[in-house]
């Protein structure tokens, strides 16, 4: 067992503390976001006329009503959660049955553009051979599902009761998906403040032909390194805070969203490397593409986007349980990465599972999403429009641009407190874990069966 554990912490709602990482964290973060406002309004006193004027074309009564902007985003966050409740009703009750739909989800829509080529004609029968790599996703799905439900299906199985205790938590400690939520907006607010400062103090960066020199250019570097930064902390922090919310939850607790972001400040110091690690590694795959991109060689080209791909692939792997280590085991960011790459490589084919059939299982509930939207937009298109087409095709792909909100929403939360929820029950069944757990008794019962199910069928 680890000599720390954060529902120590928790219980005495005592964290450790951090003030010289937080006070440095400010700084940074006041610096970015002063200046980007700086900027902006700068940009508006210049091209105000011109972005009213775009708005007015569009809409002119949103351009003379601007604040509806404001409400329409407060109700597609408040729809957001709603529906991301309803995903968890139904994650919760379908569990297992979601990466059976997703699977058969993922092959129709693999296998299906080959069967649409050959049908039209645009592809012959005959021909299909010389035409193969455009089958290459399709047999990669077909093989992928046939592995799932044969070799690995008890692991499957498994996988299908964490999918309902997802479901169950996000129902419970509905503050799971606040940090999400929040990361998605400052994402947006982040990129819309770095291209204000580009725009505003360094607009000749932006010509095609633009040639970059690093004694002339230096703030465009610090720049793009500090919108980085800024970025992924922010996203490192949420994810922090929604992983320790989950982790108390399933130590027995009743936790707040305040506990979570305690729990994530007491982890800061880690965080904070973590994230400068994560911008390097950015950074190095930026530079790689750039680099292939100027080649004139096709293979050098289709190289350096694979080597981009392969360590952006490598870190994710490296990382899979870095964050909720470190959270619940107040590790630092060396020590939790190590940790995480320790548990990737002993339970290799359960994190595989996540990311080819849980995933697939999430995507139906995202999709279901999208559907929903483009139903609603539809029947409001027509009503508003009186029957009209054109209009009511236009209000659906509106309302389907929306539907990304509540389905990324939802895409990441459930992946935040699916990989917590699977490092819990790793650390439980080696024994690392002890005492009471959230699992009901009969998903406990279910659990541990397709658990030694599936070690037994991994050790014969």
Same mark, same amino acid.
Request: glycine share 10%.
């Given at each position: 067992m680890t000599s720390v554990d954060l529902i120590d912490y928790h219980e005495k709602q005592k964290y450790p503390s951090h003030k010289g990482a937080i006070a440095g964290l400010l700084i940074v973060f @006041? #610096? &970015?976001v002063g200046l980007g406002m700086y900027a902006l309004w700068n940009l508006w006193l210049v091209y105000e006329a011109d972005i009213t004027s775009i708005i007015g074309s569009i809409s002119p009564y949103l351009a003379d009503n601007l604040w509806l902007l404001a409400v329409g985003l407060g109700a597609i966050i408040v729809l *957001?959660? @709603?529906l991301g409740l309803g995903a968890s009703m139904a994650a919760r009750r379908l569990g297992g049955t979601l990466i059976y739909i997703g699977a058969g989800v993922m092959n129709l829509l693999t296998w299906g553009l080959v069967i649409f080529l050959v049908i039209s004609g645009a592809i012959p029968l005959a021909a299909l051979g010389t035409a193969w790599p455009i089958m290459i996703p399709g047999i990669f799905t077909l093989l992928i599902t046939v592995l799932l439900f044969t070799v690995f299906k008890d692991r499957v199985r498994r996988a299908g009761e964490i999918i309902k205790l997802t479901g169950q938590v996000t129902l419970d400690e509905k503050g799971? +998906? !606040?940090p999400p939520l929040l990361t998605m907006i400052f994402t947006l607010v982040s990129a819309v403040l770095f291209a204000g400062i580009i725009v505003f103090f360094m607009p000749q960066v932006l010509a095609p032909d633009y040639e970059f020199i690093l004694e002339r250019d230096w703030g465009y570097i610090i720049g793009i390194v500090v919108y980085l930064f800024v970025t992924i &902390? &922010?996203?490192? &922090? #949420?994810y922090s805070t929604t992983s320790a919310i989950t982790y108390i939850y399933m130590r027995g607790q009743d936790p707040s969203l305040g506990d979570g972001v305690k729990a994530s400040l007491g982890v800061i110091g880690g965080l904070v490397v973590l994230s400068i690690m994560s911008v390097i590694i950015a950074l190095v795959r930026l530079i790689i593409s750039a680099v292939a991109r100027r080649s004139s060689n096709v293979f050098a080209r289709g190289a350096g986007a694979a080597a981009s791909g392969i360590i952006a692939w490598v870190w994710m792997l490296v990382n899979y349980f870095t964050i $909720? #280590?470190? !959270?619940a085991e107040d590790l630092s960011a060396t020590k939790a990465i190590k940790r *995480? =790459? @320790?548990? !990737?490589?002993?339970? +290799?084919v359960d994190v595989m599972i996540k990311e080819t059939a849980v995933r697939w299982g999430f995507s139906v509930l995202a999709f279901m999403m999208f559907i929903g939207f483009a139903a609603f937009g539809g029947l409001f298109g027509w009503i508003y429009s009186g029957g009209d087409i054109f209009t009511t095709l236009l209000v659906v792909i509106v309302f389907t641009v929306f =539907? #990304?909100? $509540? *389905?990324a929403l939802v895409l990441r939360t459930f992946d935040i407190v699916y990989v917590t929820l699977l490092y819990v029950f790793i650390r439980r069944k080696e024994g690392d874990i002890a005492g009471k757990t959230a699992i009901p008794s009969a998903m406990t019962q279910e659990l541990d069966r397709a658990y030694d199910r599936a070690q037994g069928s991994g050790q014969s």
């Open positions: @006041g #610096a &970015f *957001s959660i @709603g799971t +998906f !606040v &902390f &922010f996203y490192n &922090f #949420a $909720p #280590a470190m !959270v *995480s =790459a @320790g548990l !990737v490589r002993k339970n +290799f =539907a #990304a909100i $509540p *389905s």
